[in-house]
Structure formats: structure tokens, C-alpha cells
């Protein structure tokens, strides 16, 4: 049977809080595996079932990830709104390398450092509670940076960019998604120098709306089994959700951007710096 959308109490905006987002991996670690279930459904044999993220986190993006970060074995990766810990996790033992996850919700690095030891040994991973824009890890600490699906969660986008090129090395990477109107002609280079980084590579995703939409109707269409195992509550944010962001797919262009730190050159001090080219502001119309 195909159920249509709950009505809605209000017109919510999808949850952005560390609060909300808290209650979302809570309410998803003691629900089950349905929500997993219909992200493996929206991917079909493109769904990396260990990683078990709540993004648009694919095979050919961990391939891409793999490619594109170039590091070598005891680096430190940092993965920036990092969830439940999957994509680092999975990234560290692949790569030989250690990993730091960042993230706002409590509950979700709660679940990120329990997950660790079932990919890497304990010593190679750690997981904090921090802002995107205050990431609270050293100066250059970092030799790359994975932000998947998350930016746009930022309360400043532009700070957390900063911040990232704080953090990274000098010719460090962050391997970033994003997402643009398709009618858009974002100048992605302009963008990264804006920040202090060096534009490397923009590897289109064009599987990346489709996916989302499968995703988003099947929330809608599961909507009664949703408000069972997750509650009312939690169900109409995630409806909430779908119906907002459905009417935006068509024109949704998704890519993955690969920036770099220079060696020489910008510097942190340079990209905090007022007067830098667009001001320093991402021009972005088109939330993840």
C-alpha cells in the first residue's frame, strides 16, 4: 500500500541542531534497521552496507575518497561531521592511516567510538563532540579531511571552511561533497581561493539526486512503519524532510570537490583575513 505524506503540524525545516540530530541517531540506534534497510534499498549494490551512513555515500564515492585524499600509511585524516564514524572508519583501515572524527550530536560519536575497534585498532581512531567551525584539533594537524554531507549543516559555511584549512597541513586535501542548482555556473576555483585552497579536482556524482529521491519517497511511502519504530516525532522530521527537499532533485547538481592546502603561499592567517575575493563567502544556493 502507498501511504501519502502525514500531515504536517507546521512548516518544520529539517533539523539542523546538535539537539535534533542527537535525537536522530538515538532514535535510529534503538529503531532497528529499517532506516538502513531503505538507504540500501535507494542504492541498491551501490550501498556499502558496513559504512552505514546517513548520506548520499556511495562505492564510487569511496573510490573517489580513496583516490582523490592520496594519503600515506600513520597519517591523520579528520572526517568533519563525521556521524556514526563509518566513512572515516572505513577510510582508516583501507588507508593505513589514523582518524579523528568531529561532530555536533553527542549520541552520534557516542556510537562512533563504539563502532571503532571493528574496523581499526583503538589507538588509530578518536571521536569528539565539536563544531564544524570550531573543530578544536591543532594547527596543521591534519594530512587530509573528508566533509561528506555535511557543510551544509554548518551555522557558517565559509568559518568551517576556514577552519578546515586551519587544520590541515600545508599540501594537505579536503575531499568535500556539495551541491548546486544545475541551471548554476558556480566557479568552484574562485570559491577555494576565497578560503585559501587550491581547486584540484570537481568529479561529478550524477547518480547522487536520483538516489536521494528513491531515498525520500521511500520514507514517504513506509511513513505508518517509520512512526512505529521511530516514533511520531522523529517520523514527521524526516517526512518533513522529504517533502521540502523532492521539489529541488530536478535541478540538483552533486560533485565531489577535492581542495588543497598550498605549501606555499595562503596561509590560516591569509584566509581569516577580510578583503579576500566574493569577500570570502561561499556562493551556494542549494542545501546537501
Known amino acids: 500500500m502507498t501511504h501519502q505524506p502525514l500531515p504536517q503540524k507546521a512548516p518544520a525545516a529539517a533539523p539542523t541542531s546538535a ?3 542527537d535525537a536522530w541517531h538515538s532514535v535510529r540506534a534503538r529503531g532497528g534497521s529499517l532506516v538502513a534497510r531503505l538507504y540500501a534499498e535507494a542504492m541498491g549494490e551501490r550501498y556499502p552496507h558496513e559504512v552505514a551512513a546517513n548520506s548520499s555515500l556511495d562505492w564510487p564515492l569511496l573510490g573517489l575518497l580513496v583516490a582523490r585524499l592520496q594519503m600515506t600509511p600513520g597519517q591523520l585524516l579528520v572526517d568533519a561531521g563525521c556521524g556514526t564514524g563509518g566513512v572515516g572508519l572505513w577510510l582508516a583501515r583501507a ?3 589514523r582518524v579523528t572524527g568531529i561532530d555536533q550530536a553527542q549520541a552520534a560519536i557516542t556510537q562512533a567510538t563504539a563502532r571503532a575497534t571493528g574496523f581499526v585498532a583503538a589507538d588509530r581512531a578518536l571521536f569528539r563532540v565539536a ?3 570550531d573543530s578544536g584539533l591543532p594547527d596543521g594537524c591534519a594530512a587530509a579531511m573528508v566533509c561528506v ?7 557558517d559555511r565559509t568559518a568551517a571552511l576556514r577552519e578546515f584549512g586551519r587544520v590541515l597541513a600545508p599540501g594537505g586535501r579536503l575531499a568535500l561533497t556539495r551541491a548546486v542548482r544545475r541551471d548554476a555556473e558556480p566557479d568552484f576555483e574562485a570559491h577555494a581561493g576565497a578560503v585559501g585552497f587550491v581547486l584540484e579536482h570537481v568529479d561529478e556524482r550524477p547518480e547522487e539526486p536520483a538516489t536521494w ?6 520514507w514517504i511511502r513506509h511513513a505508518d512503519t517509520l512512526t512505529r519504530e521511530l516514533g511520531e516525532a522523529e517520523a ?5 524532510t522529504a517533502n521540502q527537499r523532492l ?5 540538483r547538481r552533486a560533485v565531489l570537490l577535492t581542495l588543497r592546502r598550498p605549501v606555499t603561499g595562503l596561509t590560516a592567517d591569509t584566509m581569516t583575513r577580510p578583503g579576500h575575493p566574493h569577500g570570502g563567502r561561499l556562493d551556494e544556493r542549494t542545501q546537501q
Not at 213 to 218: H, K, Q, V
Not at 236 to 240: E, G, R, S, V
Open 95 to 97: 588507508l593505513s592511516v
Open 236 to 240: 514527521q522530521n524526516m517526512l518533513a
Open 247 to 251: 521539489p529541488t532533485l530536478p535541478g
Open 213 to 218: 529521491e528513491r531515498l525520500f519517497r521511500l
Open 131 to 133: 563544531r564544524l567551525e
Open 149 to 155: 554531507d555535511a557543510l551544509s549543516f554548518a551555522a
Open 19 to 21: 539537539a535534533a540530530f
